[in-house]
């Protein structure tokens, strides 16, 4: 005999299967339209997450570059050329991060609507 949270007759259950899936996807929770907004919002989490990342690896490129000017100043152009090839390879690592996610995020969105469905 097939329990019921909703207290429907269980003739009824078996005599009406569609009812029966109806009421078990209800009782799984929640419009799909919600859950389906809800993958878009974490989705859209994950982006902001990743540009926050990115705005870190630029604000400590900077801080970086900040210290090749603190204290002792570089003496020669070769030393300036160091400190900003440094930066910039912080700057260009953090950037191909960024767009391997970006490309990441599509596929992830497109498999948690995939899920919700």
Known sequence: ??????GMDP?????NPML???????????????RMQLA???SLADAM??????????AESGEQIAKCFDGEQPKT?????????KMVQQISDA?????E?????SHDFRKRIWEEI
């Open 1 to 6: 005999m097939k329990t019921n949270p909703f």
């Open 49 to 58: 997450q990743f540009e926050a990342q990115f705005l870190k690896a630029i």
């Open 101 to 105: 996610h970006a490309a990441q995020l």
């Open 95 to 99: 950037q191909m991060k960024r767009v």
């Open 20 to 34: 029966a899936w109806w009421q078990q996807q209800l009782a799984r929770g929640g419009n799909p339209v919600a």
């Open 11 to 15: 003739g009824m259950m078996n005599a």
């Open 40 to 42: 878009w919002m974490e």
């Open 77 to 85: 152009p070769e030393e300036v050329q160091e400190c900003y090839q």
